[in-house]
């Protein structure tokens, strides 16, 4: 294989990745790595110690790139059809911000303050705070759900009338929500939670999240 992800299937992040690879029909190699726990030379390639790294093996090294935002633009320009960024400027910088409330505001809020505490300290042998999640929910999740719902509105799609990377961003940190034993309330977010199973419904997505469902089923049962 040409293309090689390396990263946890669980990580929202590696998840964007592999739908934009998926999406454009790309073969790759999923090399796990466990980020708290790397081999020493994944440091090499991640200087911030993250996942997904991608390496390009059709290139002479260095012929690695860390993080998913730089991969997947780099995915896109590598593999153009089908696009997906918008071509018109405005549309794409709004793309281009979705996918950084994403990457940050929500993931701070999905994976720090519910996905580690329920799912993650699992894996890794500590006690879960199950306080860190009831703030999470109560506080910091609605105001993040209310101002998506009003975005996506009656549209389809986040930016424009084509799935983008915007879709892409915001939907794979749901996946997480919906991992770590939670329902988006339909009544309170309509228009968000058709969104959500819209884009989850997808074949891109839905092969990561039944995968991903059958490892923690795994992980519920041991």
Known sequence: MALIVY??????????????????GVEYTLDNVNPFAPPPEFHAISPLRRIPVLRDTDLPEPNTLPDSSVICDYLEHKYPRPALYPAEAFQRARALWFEEYADSLMAQCIGAGLFFERVVKKLIGREPDESIPQKTIAEKLPPIFDYLEQEIGANTYMVGDSFTIADISVTTMLVNF????????????PRL???????????????CIAQERRFLEKLKAA
């Open 178 to 189: 919906l991992h770590s034993g939670e329902t988006l309330d339909a009544a309170r977010w």
């Open 7 to 24: 990263g946890g299937s669980l990580s929202p992040f590696v998840r964007k990745v592999r739908v934009v690879l998926a999406e454009k």
């Open 193 to 207: 939670a058709g969104y959500m199973a819209r884009i989850h419904a997808r074949p891109s997505f839905a092969a």
